[in-house]
């Protein structure tokens, strides 16, 4: 599929638009349209459900290792600064950025990508963005840099694979992604991914706060919270679904990327003898969640970290990732990670555990000579009263984006077929095969034509339909226009009032995927639809 056609579905039918276009748009902000709301509460909808609402408490399912609760929090998206302070964003949480000074560009320096090539004497680092064809990108750059027609090519001789521009020490060779000479790129520097803000009156250092960067610093600060005013005992989880906002140097990929997204973010607190069981079952619950919605194909795949990528405190992660239209062949981007964080988090918030990492010469000391770096001082251990045991809870996070979701799930749908026109020629259509739990609009409901009763049956129908699903009446054009722009919404199921509805009292279903069509009792639709949306 084609990156570019589901781009413009999205636009043309209303799931995306680009943030402000009318002034020109804002990298990195993304808006949802009419269809693509409704998709994307869809997405959200079924991770709540799914995870929260309708788990069972009492229950072992899908091969827990024990029974365990699940609730749900919702927090505030400014949060006391000093949360970032100890969690490690406000000192840890950035990108290298570089920037050109010929073109004025920005770049992610691990996402530059470039290749040596030589001709003659002279040698270059020839760089391209990240895309499908880098290779290309670079033989046209190293052409031009050299001023060689395309039939000279065979006088470039290049020097080694591809490689992240993090490789070269020296950047006077290099030709930046956007540059036409060498040499104009910047030495990297360190570029906070936080969005800064004040609040109160006075703008200065001390009013200074952070709009979240991830949902999960909200459900550890709360965890005791949640403790005293519930009558949970470990294991159980606590669910979050909100926005978060990083300031992205290079947003791109559509919503891939996003400075501000919303993130769906399960933190499971468990016994640290157990949290190894726990790890890989969350690990697997969650990638069939999305075997289940649809992404059953080779293009979803389950990445367990190498050992030498983890955190110190991590003893295993695993990264969900789907092959995006728009990445190079091979390529995969993360949809969800599921780690394993230990007593990290916890014991961070109560004690103030120093990253490794960090330098502790450099962390900031506040009036008293004290570091900033400094947890709350509460005790956030959990005390098993059966056992008579204390101990800090080990945590597995299965932190899932719920826009990189909603995309990954629109080009799994997307799908060029063939199907009969008004006149019954095949014609090329495009449907979006959404599972049906996701789809915008579940039932589209149209009279044949706008006369003989047949809209005031299609009407009612509707208006039976309505109290329990999004559905949608047209009485618009030619009947096969009507299946097309519900095939391109991704409505599972279009019902018609015909002439021998008038008859018979039945209507005809078509089902989308199958273009199949069948006649069922006017009074019987609602369950018949009710029945085909819950298989
Ligand atoms: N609490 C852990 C955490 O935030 P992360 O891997 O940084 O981990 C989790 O983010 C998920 O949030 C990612 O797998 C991705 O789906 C989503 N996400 C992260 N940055 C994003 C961005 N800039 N745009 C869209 N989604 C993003």
Known sequence: MEMEKLVSLCKRRGFLFQSS???????????????????????????????????????????????????????????????????????LFHDYMIDCRQSNKRYRHDQVLGRWVKRGDQRAFVTSMAGESVEDDLQQKALKLFRLRAKNVDELSWDGPVASLTTVDDFSQVLGPDAKELGTLTEPREFNLMYETHTGAMRDE????????????????????????????????????????????????????????????????????????????????????????????????????????????????????????FFAEGEYGELEGVAHRGDFDLRSHSEGKLDPNTNPLEVEKDEHGQPRWRGSGKDLSYRDEVNNEKYIPHVIEPSAGADRATLAFLCEAYTEDEAPDDKGNMKTRTVLKLHPRLAPIKAAVFPLVKKDGMPEVAKQIYRDLKPHMNVF????????????????????????????????????????????QWRVKVDEVVVEIQGRLSQ
């Open 21 to 91: 276009e009318i002034y020109g748009g804002i990298n990195g902000f993304w808006d949802y349209g009419p269809l693509g709301v409704e998709l994307k509460r869809n997405v959200k909808e079924a991770w709540w459900r799914d995870m929260v609402t309708g788990h069972d408490d009492l229950s072992v399912a899908d091969g827990a290792p024990e029974t365990h609760s699940m609730v749900g929090l919702d927090c505030a998206i400014i949060m006391h600064p000093q949360v970032w302070k100890v969690s490690g964003h406000y000192d």
């Open 206 to 325: 001390k009013s200074k706060v952070f709009l979240r960067p991830e949902t999960a610093q909200g459900i550890f600060v709360n965890f005791k919270n949640v403790l005293d005013s519930t009558r949970l005992k470990i294991p159980f989880g606590i669910a979050q679904i909100g926005k978060s906002f990083r300031n992205e140097i290079t947003p791109r990929n559509f919503t891939f990327r996003s400075r501000e997204f919303e993130q769906m973010e399960i933190e499971f607190f468990c016994h640290p003898d157990s949290s190894a069981d726990w790890y890989k079952y969350w690990r697997d619950r969650r990638f069939r969640w999305y075997t289940d919605l649809g992404l059953a194909g080779e293009r979803l795949r389950l990445r367990d970290h190498d050992p030498s990528e983890l955190s110190h405190y991590s003893t295993g992660t695993a990264d969900i990732e789907y092959a995006f239209p």
């Open 473 to 516: 009446y047209d009485q618009k054009g030619a009947i096969g226009r009507r299946y097309r722009r519900q095939d391109e919404a991704g409505t599972p199921y279009c019902i018609t009032v015909d002439g021998q509805t008038l008859e018979d009292e039945t209507v005809t279903i078509r089902d989308r995927d199958s273009l199949e």
